[in-house]
C-alpha cells in the first residue's frame, strides 16, 4: 500500500524561528513526485514546494526548504522566519508516475502548524 | 488564484437530494481530479479524469459519479445524500506530463452541508 505518514499532528513555532515538518512515505515504484501543499484558515489547498524523486538536489522556494532523503523515504519541510501568515494545516503528498502518465495524490493526514508572536 | 475554478462555493441541501458539482480546470489541463475533505479527516481522492476518460478511481461510493465533458469541464454528482457526506469537495487539474503536469493545482472548494 502507498502511505504518507506525519507524525506531527500539531506543532507550534514563534515568528521568526525555524521549524521542520516531518514527513515519510512508503511506495515500491521510483518514479514519483512529492508535494507539501499548505491549507491556511479559509481551507484553500496551496503548493509550496516540489520536489522530483530523480533529482537528489533538494528543492527550496524562499523561505521553505526540503530535506529529501529517498532511501529513508522521508521529506521533511523546513520553514525559516516563520510569520504569522504561515499558521495553516501543511500536507504532504506524493503523486507516482506509471508508464509516463501521471497518477493521483496520496496525503498524509496534516501537522497543524501555529506561528506565535 | 490557482486557475480552478468551483461552483458552488457553499450548498446546503436535504438529506435523499442529490446535487452537482462543477469545476474548470486550468486553462490547456487535460487532467480533473476530485477530492473529497471531511470535518475530521484528510483529503480522500475520489477519482481522475483525463481529456475525457476515466483514468483512475479512489474511495468513490457507488451514490457519487463524475464525467469530463469534451470541452474538459467536469461535474461531481452526488445522489442520495447522508449527512455523512457534509464536506469539502475540492476539484484539482492538472496539465500534460512534462509541461507543468507534474504539479495538481486545486480549486477553492465547494463546501457541502447535508442537514
Known amino acids: 500500500a502507498q502511505t504518507v505518514t506525519q507524525s506531527q499532528p500539531e506543532m507550534s513555532v514563534q515568528e521568526a524561528e525555524t521549524v521542520t515538518l516531518s514527513c515519510t512515505y512508503d511506495?515500491?515504484?521510483?518514479?514519483?513526485?512529492l508535494f507539501w501543499y499548505k491549507q491556511p484558515p479559509s481551507r484553500q489547498m496551496i503548493l509550496v514546494i516540489r520536489?522530483?524523486?530523480?533529482?537528489?538536489q533538494n528543492a527550496t522556494e524562499n523561505r521553505f526548504s526540503v530535506n529529501f532523503q529517498k532511501a529513508a523515504k522521508s521529506f521533511s519541510l523546513k520553514i525559516s522566519d516563520s510569520q504569522l501568515g504561515d499558521t495553516a494545516m501543511y500536507f504532504c503528498?506524493?503523486?507516482?508516475?506509471?508508464?509516463?502518465?501521471?497518477?493521483?495524490?496520496?496525503f498524509g493526514k496534516g501537522t497543524k502548524l501555529s506561528v506565535k508572536p | 488564484d490557482s486557475g480552478v475554478t468551483q461552483t458552488p462555493k457553499h450548498l446546503i441541501t436535504a438529506t435523499g437530494q442529490r446535487v452537482t458539482l462543477r469545476c474548470s480546470p486550468r486553462?490547456?489541463?487535460?487532467?480533473v481530479y476530485w477530492y473529497q475533505q471531511s470535518l475530521d479527516q484528510g483529503l480522500q481522492f475520489l477519482i481522475q479524469?483525463?481529456?475525457?476518460?476515466?483514468?483512475a478511481k479512489g474511495n468513490i461510493l457507488e451514490r457519487f459519479s463524475a464525467q469530463q465533458f469534451p470541452d474538459l469541464h467536469s461535474e461531481l454528482n452526488l445522489s442520495s445524500l447522508e449527512l455523512g457526506d457534509s464536506a469539502l469537495y475540492f476539484c484539482?487539474?492538472?496539465?500534460?506530463?512534462?509541461?507543468?503536469?507534474?504539479?495538481?493545482?486545486f480549486g477553492e472548494g465547494s463546501w457541502l452541508t447535508v442537514v
Open positions: 484539482a487539474s492538472s496539465g500534460v506530463m512534462g509541461h507543468s503536469g507534474n504539479t495538481i493545482y
Open positions: 511506495t515500491s515504484e521510483n518514479n514519483y513526485y
Open positions: 520536489q522530483e524523486a530523480y533529482k537528489q
Open positions: 503528498a506524493f503523486m507516482i508516475f506509471y508508464g509516463g502518465s501521471q497518477g493521483n495524490l496520496i
Open positions: 486553462s490547456g489541463d487535460l487532467s
Open positions: 479524469y483525463y481529456n475525457g476518460e476515466e483514468r
